[in-house]
């Protein structure tokens, strides 16, 4: 279109030397696209939306080289519509601005306009606010991709007028297809070098790359470019494909969604008693890249959180395990973590603290500034005394078996109550039972009825 400021980031024209494998097999039509079956399978409301032509805004949500860009370009070519294609990191208002003007030369010539934003998650709220218009009236068809959770990196008022698709990880098999793909065609892949790579070296780039086919490609593009001439063939080795493979970094992204999924999935196979699922995902999480140290401190919050009392040993066992680290560093320290993750993953369970603390949290909020009992309150001095501080208390120590009976320590405003109640398992198990009998002990006081057999603690156990 004449006369628009705005630069196609994402233009595919002819095909160069210059430019990168990924980018020449970018698919040109629907079915040549790999991977997406859950929702370009056929029937599937997207694959119906492209096919009749029904455009509307979108935001495509996933991992690196999951075909984002590739599917915006199909569905503005499949609808005959105006491309522009801007980044959200390089793009600023001026560009925002011109891509409106073209899209409102656009309309008045007749011709949709798909606005594609790449990284979109980097607009600011000032920046998304400006589509806002166009997309309501139709005057722009946006397209957003980009790999954070839009829930939170997208502003409420743009998020609700665009469907949100999550796109996968490409699988082993649909990777493998790209690559073969790649080495057979003769236009814009590699078939016309007629490179011999073997099976294995296929599979063990499908496998390396993560689900990532833009990585698969680009690997297959340094290898061949590495590969030795023999005869009248082109050889890429499995030792050449080991070699530029190594050193992968599975995906993470510190600070984004797969690193808090992860940690949640370790999180919750801790809790769930799962001690191998444990140590998968502490390992992912460390070919990450992920800061021990990090996981150290959240293996003590699972120490207290879902093992408590009944396991006492699982909190002092994830302490030492920060302070082995700390002391020895990577990887030594990494293997007291790992035997701290396993030992809570194998304790006893309990949250009763945890929801114990959290119900009296509650009622310190929520019951307000109650006084402490006079018999409660310090009295250090003559006048405290006088005025009835302490007055009336018992010492513990000097009662029967070390426990004042009926004595009452909550305010008068608040009455009594009851936020720990342990589980049936490990040592609060014990707790229980004798938590029970001082219980009996103190109703003993109140009225004559005798103690429970069920409310004596066993032999032993107190």
Same mark, same amino acid.
């Given at each position: ?122 607009? #600011? ?13 139709? =005057? ?8 954070? #959770? ?158 408590? #009392? ?13 302070? =082995? ?25 309990? #949250? ?94 109140? =009225? ?15």
């Amino acid at each position: 279109m004449k006369g628009t400021a705005v630069q196609d980031l994402f233009s595919q024209g002819p095909s160069h030397p210059w430019q990168p494998l990924a980018d020449r097999l970018r698919p040109q039509r629907l079915e040549d696209f790999f991977g997406q079956s859950h929702v370009l399978a056929a029937g599937k409301p997207l694959r119906r939306a492209i096919e009749d032509n029904v455009l509307h805004s979108m935001i495509f949500w996933g991992p690196p080289g999951t075909g984002k860009t590739t599917l915006a370009r199909l569905i503005a070519a499949r609808s005959s519509a105006y491309f522009i294609g801007i980044s959200a990191v390089f793009a600023g208002v001026k560009d925002i601005r011109a891509a409106v003007d073209a899209a409102l030369q656009a309309r008045a010539d007749g011709r949709p306009t798909v606005l594609f934003v790449d990284e979109v998650h980097r607009f #600011n709220k000032a920046q998304q606010d400006g589509f806002l218009p166009y997309v309501e009236d139709g =005057t722009l068809t946006f397209i957003g991709a980009t790999t954070e #959770n839009p829930s939170f990196e997208l502003i409420n008022a743009l998020l609700s007028r665009l469907r949100v698709y999550v796109l996968k990880p490409l699988q082993s098999a649909e990777i493998r297809s790209v690559i073969d793909r790649a080495l057979t065609d003769k236009e814009a892949g590699l078939g016309a070098r007629n490179l011999l790579v073997s099976e294995a070296s296929r599979e063990r780039l499908a496998q390396a790359a993560d689900g990532d086919a833009r990585r698969a490609l680009n690997w297959l593009e340094i290898a061949a470019d590495l590969a030795q001439p023999e005869a009248e063939r082109e050889i890429v080795s499995e030792t050449l494909v080991a070699e530029i493979v190594s050193g992968t970094v599975r995906r993470f992204d510190k600070g984004g969604d797969a690193f808090y999924d992860q940690i949640s999935a370790l999180h919750k196979s801790v809790r769930g008693s799962d001690p191998d699922a444990a140590l998968y995902w502490f390992a992912r999480m460390l070919d990450g890249g992920c800061d021990p140290l990090y996981i150290a401190r959240r293996v003590v919050r699972m120490a207290s959180e879902d093992i408590g #009392n009944a396991d006492p040993r699982a909190l002092r066992i994830a302490l030492d395990a920060w302070e =082995t680290f700390e002391r020895l560093g990577s990887p030594e320290g990494e293997l007291a973590i790992a035997q701290a993750v396993v030992y809570l993953a194998c304790a006893a369970k309990s #949250n009763a603290v945890y929801a114990a603390f959290g119900e009296a949290l509650r009622d310190a909020r929520e019951a307000g500034s109650l006084e402490v009992p006079m018999h409660l309150r310090n009295a250090p001095t003559k006048l405290m005394r006088e005025l009835g501080h302490g007055k009336g208390y018992r010492y513990a120590h000097d009662e029967p078996d070390g426990y004042a009976a009926g004595e009452r320590y909550f305010p008068e405003g608040l009455g009594s109550r009851t936020y720990y109640r342990p589980v049936p398992r490990g040592l609060e198990q014990k707790i229980s039972e004798k938590l029970a009998y001082l219980r009996g002990l103190g109703r003993k006081t109140d =009225t004559p009825s005798a103690i429970t057999e069920e409310e004596k603690p066993t032999k032993g156990k107190s």
